[in-house]
């Protein structure tokens, strides 16, 4: 495809957009249709869908894998591929594609990617193969604060790389005052996970701000210590406004007690701590939990306690010692996109919140998996999308859902 002005260069051929080419108005009723659909009779209303405030470069992360070349006619088996860096092809999983940028990524993404792919080749340091288990490269992992300006580059690698100067140089030609890492994963896999990470330039982490606002009042400004793998939502702009809501929802409620599930670094319990007397924060990661504690004392929050536990083995903790949840409490779930596990979401019926706002980053889910079992016990009362993600697939869902008692 051509270069089309508001269209990326790789659109229909990378495996991460699949709508660039539509109004994004149209690709907005597409996903509350979409949802519509999916709930059917549970919820045979329209459904309002928030627009993202940034329709291009809204990612504040993104992961980009090194990789061996793929070529149709395999080469000879001693063949050397040579590496390549960016993502993997659309329906080509184990094809990777070399990008020179990316629409809905960090502004300014290619001439890193330029700068890195120097070094790379002067450096020598190759993609890690899986085939023959060669090569030391793996995932670069590029963050950056939307509100701050602050940026990070992550060079993800097999152990045994050193003398990472001229990476520091590399990253540095291209976004001067960047905090550059090097993490080192002994796994063959290919996710952005490492055992150590070490600062190479730079501060240990980055800030990222959020402002949370409902109606006309002041927004509520949050302050928040990124580290290379603390999980934040992807999108700022259009997390301020979910978060905004689920406060709306918060204080119209008037809980005085919070659950906060699978609650990460904590930064929708904090965007909602205010209105409370006490929250709860349960999060399986110790990690996320200790960005948490750090980001309450930053933000002067003395309400909100960082459980560290799997929600499941929280919410049977609960069980056990016969404790349901209060008659004044509202419990915020926010699963990964692969839901909650069965046990996690028999218990949390079991014990019945009166109230739960339930965000899901996967609708599919929710309405195929979930919602069967909390209709036995209450009633979705509400729900709105967000988009996160335009021009992909993706879409986040807020239902509200209210105990019958």
């Known amino acids: 495809m051509p270069d089309v002005d508001g269209v990326c ?17 149209q690709q907005l009723a597409a996903k509350g249709e979409a949802v519509r659909a999916l709930l059917g009779d549970a919820w045979p209303h329209p459904i309002p869908v928030t627009p993202s405030p940034d329709v291009w470069h809204y990612r504040n992360k993104v992961d980009l894998t090194f990789a061996r070349r793929y070529y149709d006619a395999p080469p000879p088996p001693d063949f050397d591929r040579e590496t390549v860096l960016g993502f993997t092809r659309k329906g080509r999983w184990f094809q990777p594609l070399e990008i020179a940028e990316c629409r809905i990524g960090p502004e300014g993404l290619g001439g890193l990617l330029d700068a890195v792919r120097g070094w790379q080749r002067a450096s020598g340091e190759q993609a890690f193969d899986t085939r023959t288990k060669a090569g030391r490269l793996k995932v670069l992992l590029v963050r950056v604060g939307k509100r701050t300006g602050e940026c990070m580059v992550v060079l993800l690698t097999g152990p045994g790389v050193g003398g990472l100067d001229g990476f520091v140089e590399a990253v540095h030609s291209a976004w001067p005052g960047a905090a550059v890492h090097h993490a080192v994963s002994h796994s063959h896999a290919g996710a952005a996970f490492a055992e150590s990470s070490t600062v190479l330039a730079g501060s240990a982490h980055i800030e990222e701000r959020l402002r949370i606002g409902e109606g006309g009042e002041t927004p509520r400004e949050l302050r928040f210590r990124l580290s290379p793998f603390s999980f934040f939502q992807t999108n700022t702009r259009a997390t301020e406004l979910l978060y905004g809501h689920l406060r709306a929802r918060l204080r119209a409620h008037a809980p005085r007690r919070l659950y906060d599930l699978y609650g990460g670094m904590g930064s929708i319990a904090f965007s909602c701590a205010d209105l409370v007397d006490c929250c709860e924060s349960v999060e399986s990661v110790a990690a996320a939990s200790e960005d948490g504690r750090a980001n309450a004392e930053t933000n002067g929050i003395d309400n909100v306690t960082f459980i560290t536990a799997k929600v499941k083995n929280y919410l049977k903790e609960r069980e056990v010692r016969d404790m349901p949840f209060e008659a004044d409490s509202l419990a915020i779930v926010d699963p990964p996109r692969a839901g909650m596990t069965p046990k996690a979401l028999r218990r949390l019926v079991g014990l019945a919140p009166p109230m739960i706002l339930y965000v899901s980053c996967k609708p599919l889910i929710f309405a195929r ?14 729900v709105r999308v967000f988009d996160l993600f335009p021009h992909t697939p993706h879409a986040e869902v807020v239902a509200e859902l209210v105990r019958r008692d």
């Open 9 to 25: 260069r790789h659109f229909g051929v990378c495996g991460g957009c699949a709508a660039q080419d539509q109004p994004y108005t």
């Open 369 to 382: 998996d979930e919602w069967p079992s909390f209709a036995a016990r209450y009633a979705l009362a509400g």
